[in-house]
């Protein structure tokens, strides 16, 4: 693992670890639209075809989708470190989904309609 997702991965563990708090208590809401944009960006990130350049348009397209900033998804990992457990099912999620669109985006796994 390498690059945002550790990043997010450390921030996770150094807030848990700081045991910070937030007035704001982690909703379902907010874990989802944290999983969907934290998958989005990890496929992107390991996009073979995307360039650099594209990488970051991208990334910001991205954030723009799902209507946060990259600080609102700090914000959020911080709040979610108050719960160890379920900041590892968030990212244990983020992962699958991740791995699904890339399947499904490359083609494999896609189910046929005609028989072979």
């Known amino acids: 693992m390498s690059g945002p997702g550790r990043s997010i991965l450390v921030l996770?563990?150094?807030g848990a670890l700081a045991?910070?708090?937030s007035s704001a208590e982690p909703t379902a809401a907010n874990d989802s639209l944290?999983?969907?944009t934290m998958a989005e960006l990890r496929r992107?990130?390991?996009d073979?075809?995307?360039?650099s350049a594209a990488r970051d348009s991208a990334r910001e397209a991205s954030l723009r989708k799902y209507g946060v900033s990259a600080e609102e998804l700090e914000t959020m990992a911080r709040a979610l470190a108050q719960d160890p457990e379920r900041a590892l099912d968030d990212?244990?999620?983020i992962e699958r989904q991740a791995v699904r669109d890339t399947t499904r985006r490359?083609?494999?796994g896609e189910e046929?309609?005609?028989?072979?």
């Open 34 to 36: 944290f999983v969907k």
């Open 12 to 14: 996770l563990v150094l």
């Open 19 to 21: 045991g910070c708090k």
């Open 91 to 93: 990212w244990r999620e």
């Open 106 to 108: 490359s083609g494999q």
């Open 48 to 51: 073979p075809a995307l360039d």
């Open 112 to 116: 046929r309609d005609t028989p072979r």
């Open 44 to 46: 992107i990130r390991t």
